[in-house]
Nanobody, 123 residues
Framework: QVQLVESGGGLVQPGGSLRLSCEASGFTWDDYTIGWLRQAPGKEREGVSYINNKSTYYADSVKGRFTISRDNARNTVYLQMNSLKPEDTAVYYC??????????????????WGQGTQVTVSS
């Protein structure tokens, strides 16, 4: 089974940057899509980004500010978050799905999630 462990969350000031990491196991790049989603109190759960062996995706709310990447040797997916805003405050989860399933699912419904890491953007 796919297992995911997020890290890198914390407190950052508006305009700052943070890099989240998702160490994954039990998958192959040819078969799986790894994504990021976020959840904040009082807000709808939101898919943020995904990456697989042939494409990447960004939600309009983060496009131009966030960058998803992968390090195959470390089996890790990163989310580089720049120009952070208070509205980016949320628990961020990485999530995985087989790519043929991910093609027809929103990121928020990928079946395998990590435990999440808190990102707080505040002065």
């Amino acid at each position: 089974q796919v297992q995911l462990v997020e890290s890198g969350g914390g407190l950052v000031q508006p305009g700052g940057s943070l890099r989240l990491s998702c160490e994954a196991s039990g998958f192959t790049w040819d078969d799986y899509t790894i994504g990021w989603l976020r959840q904040a109190p009082g807000k709808e759960r939101e898919g943020v980004s995904y990456i697989n062996n042939k494409s990447t995706y960004y939600a309009d709310s983060v496009k131009g500010r966030f960058t998803i990447s992968r390090d195959n040797a470390r089996n890790t997916v990163y989310l580089q978050m720049n120009s952070l805003k208070p509205e980016d405050t949320a628990v961020y989860y990485c999530a995985a799905a087989r790519s043929h399933i991910a093609a027809e699912l929103p990121i928020t419904e990928y079946p395998s999630w990590g435990q999440g890491t808190q990102v707080t953007v505040s002065s």
